[in-house]
C-alpha cells in the first residue's frame, strides 16, 4: 500500500495509491555499460598467457521504486590473468585476479 509521502496518488480517491513511473529509468539498467581487455601469448615450449580487462558501468538506480537516493555512482572494475598452457592446449595454469579494484556494489536498494 502506497502513500503520498511515497510519491504515490490517489486520483479517484477509492483508497488506491499508485505511482507513476512513466518516463524514469529503471532499476539495476545502467544507461552506458561496456568493457575492453585483450590477451598477450607468447609460444614456447608452453605458452605464456597475459590478459587484463576493465569494465567500465555507468550510475544506476538500485531500486524500482524511484527512491531518489537509491543511486549507484558509476564505477570501474579490473581483471587479470597471468598464466602458462601447454602447446596443444590441454593444461592450464593460471593466477587469475577478479575486481582488483576491490569495488563493492550493491545490487538493490529501497
Not at 512513466?22 to 539495476?28: E, H, K, P, Y
Request: a negative charge; charged letters at 15%.
Amino acid at each position: 500500500m502506497g502513500s503520498t509521502s511515497q510519491g504515490c496518488v490517489d486520483e479517484t480517491g477509492d483508497g488506491i495509491f499508485f505511482q507513476d513511473m512513466s518516463g524514469q529509468t529503471l532499476a539495476n539498467a545502467p544507461k552506458w555499460a561496456g568493457s575492453l581487455g585483450f590477451e598477450m601469448m607468447q609460444p614456447v615450449s608452453v605458452n605464456g598467457l597475459v590478459s587484463a580487462e576493465a569494465i567500465y558501468t555507468d550510475d544506476y538506480k538500485t531500486a524500482a521504486t524511484g527512491e531518489p537516493l537509491a543511486v549507484q555512482p558509476s564505477f570501474w572494475r579490473l581483471r587479470a590473468r597471468l598464466g602458462l598452457q601447454s602447446a596443444d592446449g590441454k593444461c592450464d595454469f593460471s593466477i587469475i585476479g577478479r575486481n582488483l579494484t576491490n569495488k563493492i556494489c550493491p545490487i538493490g536498494g529501497a
